[in-house]
Nanobody, 126 residues
């Protein structure tokens, strides 16, 4: 069993930055992947980024490459999402998730993740 707690969301002006954190408790195996997803009002949940726990390899949705960066601190069992140059369309609830996903091609699919945090609201004003 893994518990995830996100933090770091809030209200920011367009062009600003935020760093989200996701603290995991419980056993995180080296083969696990940790991902960030988001759900904007009236839209489907979408993949943002993922990181493989052991190697640190990262994966992003193409539209966010260059603005968002995922990283992890193994000692703290924490994953981060650094978000720069934020836009109003980045407004969403952001969720972290963890799953025993060995094929990186599957990182993009929410149903592959077994554990989810409660989400943290990010609001970007214009």
């Amino acid at each position: 069993q893994v518990q995830l707690v996100e933090s770091g969301g809030g209200l920011v002006q367009a062009g600003g930055s935020l760093r989200l954190s996701c603290a995991a408790s419980g056993r995180i195996f080296s083969s696990y992947a940790m991902g960030w997803f988001r759900r904007a009002p009236g839209k489907e949940r979408e993949f943002v980024a993922a990181i493989r726990w052991n190697s640190g390899n990262t994966y992003y949705v193409d539209s966010l490459k260059g603005r968002f960066t995922i990283s992890r601190d193994n000692a703290k069992n924490t994953v981060y999402l650094q978000m720069n140059s934020l836009k109003p369309e980045d407004t969403a609830v952001y969720y972290c998730a963890v799953g025993a996903i060995t094929d990186s091609r599957l990182y993009y699919y929410a149903e592959r993740y077994a554990y989810w945090g409660q989400g943290t609201q990010v609001t970007v004003s214009s």
